[in-house]
T-cell receptor
Framework: AQSVSQHNHHVILSEAASLELGCNYSYGGTVNLFWYVQYPGQHLQLLLKYFSGDPLVKGIKGFEAEFIKSKFSFNLRKPSVQWSDTAEYFCAVNAGGYNKLIFGAGTRLAVHP | GAVVSQHPSRVICKSGTSVKIECRSL??????MFWYRQFPKQSLMLMATSNEGSKATYEQGVEKDKFLINHASLTLSTLTVTSAHPEDSSFYIC????????????FGEGSRLTVL
């Protein structure tokens, strides 16, 4: 069965620090990968997605993610975080042939000014 | 971006009653809608997938007689929690997709159900 693992449950950073959130999935075939963000009191929204092509994907608000097939990973990065990045981040995977997204447990990011 | 709206955002009900939550796609036609349940400090658990005009496909362990899903039109899906109990208290989130194939999901604001 498909599964998605996010290694960090809580991350605390100071503004301007660099961010990397880990995401690993378990499926050997073709995958489509997503990162969603949920700001406090708001609904989930898409940060970025990978379907095919360049494994380095750029999303909104300066976020990027790199798909490394050999490592079954899709880590999210941002070189310099801001206080407004405080939110919960979810990695999600859709494995080939399956009509649904499987979400990781989420990572709560707190950025201190 | 596409907008998905859920109603009500909060509902409190007595044990044994039924509660209906609506999910509407406001500016696009949603061929596929998904219902998720989110427990505190946990991830989203997929409950069921519904395609317009078809019966919903429920995930393993989700009681289809308890969580009734109807997707009668391309812009509306409803989740009815029947004979609700306190353990059904949770945050229910719907999402919608424009196509039956893989694509971006657009999420509703979520509905917090509290069963007394």
């Amino acid at each position: 069965a498909q599964s998605v693992s996010q290694h960090n449950h809580h991350v605390i950073l100071s503004e301007a620090a660099s961010l990397e959130l880990g995401c690993n999935y378990s499926y050997g075939g073709t995958v489509n990968l997503f990162w969603y963000v949920q700001y406090p009191g708001q609904h989930l929204q898409l940060l970025l997605k990978y379907f095919s092509g360049d494994p380095l994907v750029k999303g909104i608000k300066g976020f990027e993610a790199e798909f490394i097939k050999s490592k079954f990973s899709f880590n999210l990065r941002k070189p310099s975080v801001q206080w407004s990045d405080t939110a919960e981040y979810f990695c999600a995977v859709n494995a080939g042939g399956y009509n649904k997204l499987i979400f990781g447990a989420g990572t709560r990011l707190a950025v201190h000014p | 971006g596409a907008v998905v709206s859920q109603h009500p955002s909060r509902v409190i009900c007595k044990s044994g009653t039924s509660v209906k939550i609506e999910c509407r796609s406001l500016d696009f036609q949603a061929t596929t809608m998904f219902w998720y349940r989110q427990f505190p400090k946990q991830s989203l658990m997929l409950m069921a997938t519904s395609n317009e005009g078809s019966k919903a496909t429920y995930e393993q362990g989700v009681e289809k007689d308890k969580f009734l899903i109807n997707h009668a039109s391309l812009t509306l899906s409803t989740l009815t929690v029947t004979s609700a109990h306190p353990e059904d208290s949770s945050f229910y989130i719907c999402s919608a997709r424009m196509t039956r194939e893989v694509g971006e999901l657009f999420f509703g604001e979520g509905s917090r159900l509290t069963v007394l």
